[in-house]
């Protein structure tokens, strides 16, 4: 009886251990699934993250290109004076350069998230709208209201990107991707844009980049990171208050708007640099610029938040970054103005 018993009691143990090894070895094989597919689930994420911001960037410089190679029958069928045949075309980098610092104050302080996908929704009515225009004059507002839009996807692109990547050789290419997208964008809209213009007429454009954007938008609110902690949307406004410098950002914006647009009065017409109109934008350019500067130098004097510090330009990085960015869109927008003739 007792060898029997002792029988039992040790087959029982020796199947409890069995049980045991057999249990480690599906949880550790289980585990190693989850290890594995957590890091696929990521890599997807982040390449979607960042075909997401390229492509949003390809769609809104696609629709400069459509701009261009449809100038000539744009101008016949919304009957555009010459005063406005240049301005469908350089209106969006106006509103986008204007808009700029503002937009960018903004994502770091509400998030970049719902600011580029705010941007995104935007481009993509916008564009859609665009279609649907029956006059030159509300291209042209319709344009405008896109810049800003672009803005808000510019400025919030650069800090997803780093949530994104982390910093070495993925971030440089990510960031080499935003650049070549915008350049992708154009050309291959001349091509595909002249193709739709002669075929299914220059409308189909447009509303073919504002179904493109919409579909990238599912795209990105499904990959972008989001904070794991949100702030009230009573205290996101607050801060927007706060640590926003709303003066500054007029100034700099009316300072732009207003240069542009004297270029823009005097590249139709040369002689019209003498008129009371154009000296009024030029000296009230240079008023708002110089209020800018001095601006600044309040705000960090009293220890508040400045748009940009006027010790940021003493950098000698930073100051050459931004005059070699600057030159580098001169000569693309100038390319494309006269390929658009």
């Known amino acids: ?53 390229c492509g949003v960037s390809v769609t809104s410089s696609a629709t400069n290109g459509l701009i261009v190679i449809g100038l000539p029958q744009l101008t016949e069928d919304l009957r555009l004076p010459p005063s406005l045949a240049f301005w469908p075309s350089s209106v969006q980098g ?47 507002i319709l344009r405008a209201l896109q810049g800003v839009a672009t803005a808000l996807h510019l400025s919030s692109s650069v800090a997803l990107v780093t949530q994104v990547q982390p910093q070495g050789r993925g971030r440089n290419l990510s960031f080499a991707c935003l ?54 949307s009573r205290k996101t406004l607050q801060s927007l208050q706060v640590r ?14 207003l240069l542009t647009y004297f270029l823009g009065v005097i590249s139709t017409n040369v002689d019209r640099i003498r008129s009371p109109e154009s000296l009024l934008s030029l000296s009230l350019s240079m008023i708002t610029a110089v209020l800018f500067v001095c601006w600044m130098h309040s705000r960090v ?8 510090p006027n010790e940021l330009w003493k950098n000698p990085c930073f100051t050459s970054v931004c005059i070699t960015v600057a030159l580098s869109f001169a000569v693309l927008n100038s390319l494309d103005l006269v390929t658009s003739l």
């Open 94 to 140: 106006l509103a986008t350069a204007s808009t700029l610092l503002l937009t960018g104050a903004i994502a770091d302080v509400a998030g970049p998230r719902p600011v580029n996908l705010l941007g995104c929704m935007l481009n993509c009515i916008f564009m859609l709208t665009c279609g649907l225009v029956k006059s030159g004059e509300e291209l042209v």
């Open 1 to 53: 009886m007792k060898s029997s018993s002792f029988e039992s009691s040790s087959s029982l143990s020796l199947k409890s251990a069995s049980d045991v090894q057999l249990t480690s070895i599906i949880d550790g094989n289980s585990q190693e699934a989850d290890i594995g597919t957590v890091p696929s689930k990521q890599l997807l994420r982040k390449v979607a993250a960042i075909a997401y911001l």
């Open 179 to 232: 650049g070549l997208s915008q350049l992708l964008g154009f050309s291959a809209s001349l091509v595909v844009g002249g193709i739709l213009i002669d075929t299914l007429g220059w409308r189909s454009g447009w509303y073919l980049c504002g179904g493109l954007t919409l579909l990238l938008l599912a795209i990105g609110w499904w990959a972008l990171p989001r904070t794991s902690c949100l702030s009230a």
């Open 244 to 257: 926003v410098d709303w003066i500054g950002a007029f100034l700099a914006s009316a300072s732009m708007s």
């Open 301 to 308: 004097k009293n220890g508040q938040v400045a748009l940009i």
